[in-house]
């Protein structure tokens, strides 16, 4: 299938999904704009993420680089935090012995390092060992081995315990920084050496206190890597499996069976000093629901470090319900690294960078914008249907392609940087629409999504956040506190409720309940909130019943001849619609529903209406009394 066939598709379904919402949405009474929905696909929209695009590479924000991502090689794409999903999974860690090379003095060449990793696979790709400056080292030597062995001294009780040591005798205690720079040989490899680094990610909570370190394939790897010039050695490839580079036991087998082959191998060469099953949170593919990894591969970034200190200052301008996502975000765009922007497929927007003849990246303001152009007017498929030279304004010429030969990039933007220029794409395009939004409004994990993205855009290109107030609401969970899922068959379909119980039952259970935090949902919970329906229903028709011959103009009753009872039942509804309204300022949802609810059974139906029935079916129509109380009722509809 050719791409512009397959972008076609894309396009098909996706418009079949907003119709599909849009028919969902409707019938739960949700009011919004369904003849000009804006959509990420439309050409105007392109245009505007295109020149939001163009201005953060302006201000040289976007960059090409090889660092290490999260790579889906289900999907043969990177992928950016917000599309990772965690789950506990368990992994075969292994504790293992590297032989001392170079001792640099310090220690002698029958000295091995205790190494801890809980991925074996990338043992092939080790290039050093991690270790604390700040941390004490002991050479030790247990009873029966000819071996010593280094290991951090807060962890010696832990290995002792484990490897089974025995009259274990310390011969040395050595600061880290002692250690820097010593050699190692790679247990795989005696033609390879591994060099000893200092980190400030080595802990004390787990291991050994010295970390296997494959720049290729871990961040803080690549950090500390980098810093003491290691090459970033990645051999496995796109669809996950280890290349010719990682050897011949390695070549052409999937990275997570290069775990068994790994061990197998340090057993082999009597390195293993203990191998046992580690559960810890690993990531996961959101779209395939696979494993994914680190890896360094080459991609577009968008640098979040050059203003990281203004977005963290446009967060202190915002206002946050709950009011700890404030803190969320801010400690989120504290500690996050730079975007990862490129997607290796064929659906979304293009990045709008060409190369000249010697491979130089050309993003230039000119090109950028003519590109824009093209897509408001036509759409981003041209952009895999013409030529480089025809997406070029005409006449361009650069430095670099003394030919006038020009290629384009072929990976797209990430979904995110899609969403996260809604502020150009619509705040700033339709007049009626502010700048920033008053509201946002989504679930709590875009506060690594959607919040996160559109703040880092918005900051880039204007200075300011793309919001003035942000709610946040947790996830419906199945009765017992289970996320929900088809493949478990515990999902509840808004639209078979619909068709049960109707809308109003569905709104009025969402708000009787916390949304701020996850929330657990049953059958049960639906048939709570038909009940508390009902009886909100009954008063309705008794109201509206018993005020078919009321006409306000002719039969209303000034509040000071109103009869005692009816002045301090008006007086507790006036208090009651007041706090109310103060409840709405504070989108609390909830204490609405508690306070009208409870006012309903309470007030009314107990007392009010209770005496009320003598009244208004006993007493002359026109009697004091009658229009007295219809009046009461009728203020009820006004609130």
Same mark, same amino acid.
């Given at each position: 299938?050719?791409?512009?066939?397959?972008?076609?598709l894309?396009?098909?379904?996706?418009?079949?999904?907003v119709?599909?919402?849009r028919?969902?949405?409707?019938?739960l009474?949700?009011?919004?704009e369904?003849?000009?929905?804006? /959509?990420?696909?439309?050409?105007?929209f392109?245009?505007?993420?295109i020149?939001?695009?163009?201005?953060?590479?302006?201000?040289g924000l &976007?960059y090409?680089?090889?660092?290490? =991502?999260?790579w889906?090689?289900?999907?043969?794409?990177?992928m950016?935090?917000? #599309?990772? @999903?965690?789950?506990?999974?368990?992994?075969?860690s292994?504790f293992?012995?590297?032989?001392v090379?170079?001792?640099?003095?310090?220690?002698?060449e029958n000295?091995?390092?205790?190494v801890?990793?809980?991925? +074996?696979?990338?043992?092939p790709?080790?290039?050093g060992?991690?270790?604390?400056?700040?941390?004490?080292?002991?050479?030790?030597? +247990?009873?029966? @081995?000819d071996?010593?062995?280094?290991?951090?001294?807060?962890?010696?009780?832990?290995?002792?315990?484990?490897?089974?040591?025995?009259?274990?005798?310390?011969?040395?205690?050595?600061?880290?920084?002692e250690?820097?720079?010593?050699?190692?040989?790679?247990?795989?490899?005696?033609?390879?050496?591994l060099?000893?680094?200092?980190?400030?990610?080595?802990t004390?909570?787990s291991?050994?206190?010295?970390?296997?370190?494959a720049?290729?394939?871990? #961040?803080?790897?690549?950090?500390?890597?980098?810093?003491? %010039?290691?090459?970033i050695?990645?051999?496995v490839d796109?669809r996950g499996?280890?290349?010719?580079?990682?050897?011949?036991?390695?070549?052409?087998?999937?990275?997570?069976?290069?775990?068994?082959?790994a061990?197998?191998?340090?057993k082999?060469?009597?390195?293993l000093?203990?191998?046992?099953?580690?559960v810890h949170?690993?990531?996961?593919?959101?779209r395939?629901?696979? +494993?994914?990894?680190f890896?360094?591969?080459?991609?577009?970034?968008?640098? =979040?470090?050059?203003?990281?200190?203004?977005?963290? #200052?446009?967060?202190?301008?915002?206002?946050?319900?709950?009011?700890w996502?404030?803190k969320r975000l801010?400690n989120?765009?504290r500690?996050? %690294?730079?975007?990862?922007?490129?997607?290796q497929?064929?659906?979304?927007?293009?990045?709008?960078?060409?190369?000249?003849?010697?491979?130089?990246?050309?993003?230039?303001?000119?090109?950028i914008?003519?590109?824009?152009?093209?897509?408001?007017?036509?759409?981003?498929d041209?952009?895999f249907?013409w030529?480089?030279?025809?997406?070029?304004?005409g006449g361009?010429?650069?430095?670099?392609?003394?030919?006038?030969?020009?290629?384009?990039?072929n990976?797209?933007?990430?979904v995110?940087?899609?969403?996260g220029?809604s502020?150009?794409?619509?705040l700033?395009?339709r007049?009626?629409?502010?700048?920033?939004?008053d509201l946002?409004?989504?679930?709590?994990d875009?506060y690594? %999504?959607?919040?996160?993205s559109?703040l880092?855009t918005?900051?880039?290109?204007?200075?300011?956040a793309?919001?003035?107030?942000?709610?946040?609401?947790?996830?419906?969970?199945?009765?017992?506190?289970?996320?929900? $899922?088809?493949?478990l068959?515990?999902?509840?379909?808004p639209d078979?409720i619909?068709?049960?119980?109707g809308?109003?039952?569905?709104?009025?259970?969402?708000?009787s309940?916390?949304s701020? $935090?996850d929330?657990?949902?049953s059958q049960?919970?639906?048939?709570?909130?038909?009940?508390?329906y009902?009886?909100?229903r009954?008063?309705?028709?008794?109201? /509206?019943?018993?005020t078919?011959?009321?006409?306000?103009?002719?039969?209303?009753?000034?509040?000071?001849?109103?009869?005692?009872?009816d002045?301090?039942?008006?007086?507790?509804?006036?208090? /009651?619609?007041?706090?109310?309204r103060?409840?709405y300022d504070?989108y609390?949802?909830?204490?609405?529903?508690?306070?009208?609810?409870n006012? &309903?059974?309470?007030?009314?139906s107990?007392?009010?209406?209770?005496?009320?029935?003598?009244v208004?079916?006993?007493?002359?129509?026109?009697s004091?009394?009658?229009?007295?109380?219809?009046?009461?009722f009728?203020?009820?509809?006004l %609130?």
């Amino acid at each position: 299938m050719s791409t512009a066939d397959f972008r076609k598709l894309c396009h098909e379904y996706a418009l079949k999904q907003v119709d599909k919402q849009r028919t969902d949405f409707k019938r739960l009474g949700i009011s919004a704009e369904w003849d000009h929905p804006y /959509l990420t696909l439309n050409p105007e929209f392109e245009a505007q993420e295109i020149r939001t695009f163009g201005r953060m590479a302006e201000l040289g924000l &976007i960059y090409r680089g090889k660092k290490p =991502v999260f790579w889906s090689w289900s999907s043969e794409s990177a992928m950016a935090e917000a #599309e990772v @999903e965690y789950h506990d999974v368990t992994s075969p860690s292994a504790f293992y012995a590297e032989k001392v090379s170079d001792g640099k003095g310090v220690l002698d060449e029958n000295t091995y390092f205790v190494v801890w990793t809980t991925t +074996p696979w990338t043992i092939p790709a080790s290039e050093g060992i991690t270790i604390d400056a700040g941390f004490d080292y002991s050479v030790v030597q +247990p009873a029966g @081995e000819d071996r010593k062995f280094v290991i951090a001294t807060d962890r010696l009780n832990y290995a002792t315990e484990q490897f089974g040591w025995e009259d274990v005798q310390t011969l040395q205690v050595i600061r880290g920084r002692e250690l820097d720079r010593i050699k190692a040989i790679h247990p795989f490899d005696n033609d390879r050496e591994l060099v000893v680094m200092l980190g400030d990610f080595v802990t004390l909570d787990s291991g050994t206190g010295l970390v296997h370190t494959a720049p290729g394939f871990g #961040e803080d790897d690549f950090r500390v890597g980098k810093e003491y %010039g290691l090459d970033i050695f990645v051999p496995v490839d796109d669809r996950g499996y280890m290349t010719a580079e990682a050897g011949p036991d390695f070549e052409g087998v999937f990275y997570e069976d290069a775990n068994a082959i790994a061990l197998d191998k340090l057993k082999a060469s009597n390195a293993l000093l203990k191998q046992m099953d580690y559960v810890h949170s690993y990531p996961f593919d959101w779209r395939t629901k696979k +494993p994914i990894i680190f890896r360094a591969t080459p991609q577009w970034f968008a640098s =979040v470090d050059k203003i990281r200190d203004q977005i963290l #200052e446009a967060i202190e301008d915002v206002e946050f319900l709950p009011d700890w996502g404030q803190k969320r975000l801010h400690n989120m765009i504290r500690d996050r %690294g730079d975007w990862v922007i490129s997607r290796q497929r064929v659906w979304g927007v293009p990045l709008p960078i060409f190369y000249a003849e010697d491979g130089t990246p050309i993003l230039e303001k000119e090109t950028i914008n003519h590109v824009a152009d093209l897509f408001e007017k036509n759409g981003s498929d041209i952009w895999f249907q013409w030529e480089a030279k025809d997406l070029l304004p005409g006449g361009y010429s650069n430095e670099h392609s003394p030919n006038g030969e020009f290629t384009k990039e072929n990976d797209i933007m990430d979904v995110w940087f899609d969403s996260g220029s809604s502020h150009q794409g619509v705040l700033a395009q339709r007049d009626y629409l502010e700048y920033p939004a008053d509201l946002v409004l989504e679930g709590s994990d875009q506060y690594r %999504g959607w919040f996160n993205s559109s703040l880092i855009t918005s900051v880039a290109v204007s200075g300011k956040a793309p919001y003035k107030k942000v709610i946040s609401q947790g996830f419906t969970l199945d009765g017992k506190g289970h996320k929900m $899922s088809k493949s478990l068959g515990n999902t509840i379909v808004p639209d078979e409720i619909n068709k049960k119980m109707g809308a109003e039952i569905i709104r009025l259970w969402v708000s009787s309940i916390d949304s701020s $935090s996850d929330v657990r949902v049953s059958q049960e919970n639906f048939v709570k909130a038909s009940e508390s329906y009902k009886k909100i229903r009954n008063t309705v028709r008794y109201l /509206l019943a018993n005020t078919s011959d009321f006409d306000p103009k002719e039969n209303g009753v000034d509040y000071n001849e109103l009869r005692p009872e009816d002045r301090y039942t008006l007086v507790q509804f006036n208090e /009651l619609i007041s706090k109310i309204r103060t409840s709405y300022d504070n989108y609390d949802f909830i204490d609405i529903y508690k306070k009208l609810l409870n006012y &309903i059974i309470t007030d009314l139906s107990a007392f009010y209406l209770d005496f009320a029935k003598d009244v208004v079916y006993i007493e002359p129509e026109n009697s004091l009394k009658r229009r007295s109380m219809q009046t009461v009722f009728y203020k009820f509809w006004l %609130g």
